[in-house]
């Protein structure tokens, strides 16, 4: 049973950090980045000035946050009202002293030390849909979309197709595929995908198989997509379904909109 606590009544913790760029570097020195730097239509700054808005703290977005603010991010915020507990150790990026403790915080506490430049972590410790209707959230350059349900998906693709990029990524239930959907305000939305999620809000599914193997590819993915919507950087798909044992083909496709999408459809 819950009980009351400490972040239980907090709207957001700040975590910044200064990178590990020595004072005074002078121009054209190596930098932690510049290795990445060398790539054709890699744009470091645009990476630093972007603000990224994750949905969840959990196995999606863990590896993922910590990846980022490692390849030079300027500014995430971090939503999740869920706690850390035992079984999440096997996947995500939580102590034994984290248990009990707020994910969105924890993560974002740990996820500072890595990184790259000077990097702001905004945790809230509650679900996406309350920090955005309080008004908490500024307007990000893209949305990382990693919950365990259809439902908040649904609610990110109906408040930020218009605004922003959203990246969603969704595991499959017996942990054997994952996919990552690449939704932009000119293209098709997580209704065209998924007509079905939207009248049906499916629950999560509490208990149900994970393995770190699968978040780590599908993070490779999410961060590709994530290059494509911020620099010279283009990609070929909007949608990637993966099975990594190979039992299904993979290959990228790329979904288009849907007249009768009850989301983004004609009414
Ligand atoms: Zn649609």
Request: glycine fraction near 10%.
């Amino acid at each position: 049973m819950q009980t009351n606590h400490f972040s239980n009544l907090l709207t957001s913790v700040r975590f910044r950090g200064k990178g590990f760029q020595p004072v005074n570097l002078p121009p054209e020195s190596t930098t932690a980045t510049s290795n990445q730097e060398q790539l054709a239509g890699f744009n470091q700054d645009a990476l630093r000035k972007a603000k990224i808005f994750f949905v969840g703290a959990g196995g999606i977005v863990g590896n993922l946050l910590i990846s980022l603010v490692r390849k030079g991010l300027g500014w995430a915020g971090v939503a999740d009202r869920d706690d850390v507990e035992l079984g999440n150790l096997g996947r995500q990026h939580f102590f034994p002293e984290d248990i009990g403790q707020n994910k969105a915080i924890c993560l974002s506490r740990h996820a500072i030390r890595h990184a790259s430049w000077p990097c702001e972590i905004a945790a809230y410790p509650m679900w996406a849909q309350d920090a955005m209707a309080k008004g908490l959230v500024p307007k990000p350059s893209a949305v990382f979309d990693g919950p365990d349900n259809d439902e908040t998906r649904v609610a990110m693709s109906r408040h930020f197709h218009n605004i922003c990029p959203i990246i969603h990524v969704g595991i499959g239930l017996k942990a054997d595929h994952f996919y990552v959907f690449l939704e932009t305000p000119t293209g098709p939305c997580f209704g065209c995908l998924f007509p079905g999620a939207i009248k049906t809000g499916r629950q999560p599914c509490p208990g149900v198989p994970q393995l770190l193997d699968l978040l780590l590819i599908a993070n490779g993915y999410t961060m590709v997509a994530l290059d494509s919507v911020l620099m010279a950087r283009p990609i070929n798909w909007n949608y990637y379904d993966c099975y990594p044992n190979g039992s299904i083909p993979t290959r990228p496709i790329m979904i288009e909109k849907r007249k009768d999408c009850p989301l983004c459809g004609q009414k």
